[in-house]
């Protein structure tokens, strides 16, 4: 079975830093992009970054160029997104999905929360 | 540069067909495929249509898309509304490299 597994629910407090994971599994986990998606509270989808495992290569969005950072662990079938310091605008659900034609597997989410 | 807009709400009761646009602006809907998500509640997203009118395997009939250039924009029509399409749905394109645009996502309530 194809599927993205992502690290479980985070509370943190504004300016902690964090790491939240993606694994993926039962498929060439190096030769698909992985795209990372906010979606902050009762609001729509943005697109963060994609990265793709096999060498690292890394797209981001101008909104989110130096509020992230994305990684891959091809050793591990694992992405990452990283905080050096959070707010709490970015109180979200984080989702990682794989994009072939489409962004056809999805991650369950992980939740952020934030407070100052 | 592009962006992608639908409107906050749509509704339809049972039966009746639901119509969700998207419509482009900074640059030409047709110069790259169009795809549509739906989520419900406390769900991540799955896709319903790729490549403007596409369905994967699993989606229904009644989930179709299409794509008007003289309005440069997207359509997901949805015809014998059931309650269980009641959903968010989010249309989504891209600059045709990496980079992923998405609309605002609309809300469908089946009355």
């Known amino acids: 079975e194809v599927r993205l597994v992502q690290s479980g629910p985070e509370v943190r407090k504004a300016g902690d830093s964090l790491k939240i994971s993606c694994k993926g599994g039962?498929?060439?986990?190096?030769?698909?992009?992985i795209a990372w998606v906010r979606q902050m509270p009762g609001k729509g989808l943005e697109w963060m970054g994609s990265?793709?495992?096999?060498?690292?290569?890394?797209r981001m969005s101008p909104a989110f160029q130096g509020q992230v950072s994305l990684s891959a662990d091809m050793i591990r079938s694992t992405v990452y997104v990283e905080w050096a310091g959070l707010n709490v605008a970015d109180s979200a659900i984080y989702y990682c999905a794989r994009r072939n034609r489409e962004l056809d597997v999805w991650g369950q989410g992980t939740s952020v929360t934030v407070s100052s | 540069n592009f962006t992608l807009s639908q409107p906050p709400s749509v509704s339809g009761s049972p039966g009746e067909t639901a119509t969700i646009s998207c419509t482009g602006t900074?640059?030409?809907?047709?110069?790259?495929?169009v795809l549509w998500y739906q989520q419900r509640p406390g769900s991540a997203p799955s896709n319903v249509i790729y490549g403007d009118n596409r369905r994967p395997s699993g989606v229904p009939a009644r989930f179709s898309g299409s794509i008007d250039s003289s309005s440069n924009s997207a359509s997901l029509t949805i015809s014998g509304l059931r309650a269980e399409d009641e959903a968010d749905y989010h249309c989504q394109s891209s600059d045709g490299s990496q980079t992923l645009i998405f609309g605002g996502g609309t809300k469908l309530t089946v009355l």
């Open positions: 900074g640059g030409d809907i047709v110069n790259n495929f």
């Open positions: 039962g498929y060439s986990f190096a030769t698909y992009w």
């Open positions: 990265v793709y495992p096999a060498d690292s290569d890394i």
